[in-house]
């Protein structure tokens, strides 16, 4: 369970298989930013969720992809990770900030 932003932060291009023998076509997927509250089982029986660091996550992505692929998926990796460090440093800022305020009343 999560909050998704509001708003895609990029956008990245992957192929998608067309059944029937038909060549795969290339597709662009807008990307936004999760922020995980929790965690609970799958509900299919055959899901085995994993959580991978960020360098993990673009070698995994990257396996049986094109690197045309795989580049895309890693430069949205690293654009994800800067803004959450930012958003993680913003706050950061605003509960010191506040906590200033609070001791100086």
């Known amino acids: 369970m999560g ?3 509001p708003g895609h932060f990029d956008f990245y291009l992957d192929t998608k298989r067309i059944f029937g023998g038909y060549p795969s076509t290339e597709i ?4 936004y930013l999760l922020e995980v ?3 609970s089982a799958p509900q299919e ?7 991978f ?3 993990e996550a673009k070698k995994r992505l990257s396996e049986r992809r094109l690197p045309k692929y795989s580049n895309h998926l890693a430069r949205i990796i690293d654009r994800a990770t800067s803004l959450v ?8 800022i605003e509960y010191t900030g506040q906590r200033r305020s609070a001791m100086v009343r």
């Open 3 to 5: 909050t998704i932003e």
């Open 28 to 31: 662009r997927i807008a990307a």
């Open 37 to 39: 509250g929790s965690v």
């Open 45 to 51: 029986a055959d899901r085995n969720p994993t959580w």
């Open 53 to 55: 660091n960020a360098e």
């Open 85 to 92: 460090s930012r958003q993680k440093l913003q706050h950061r």
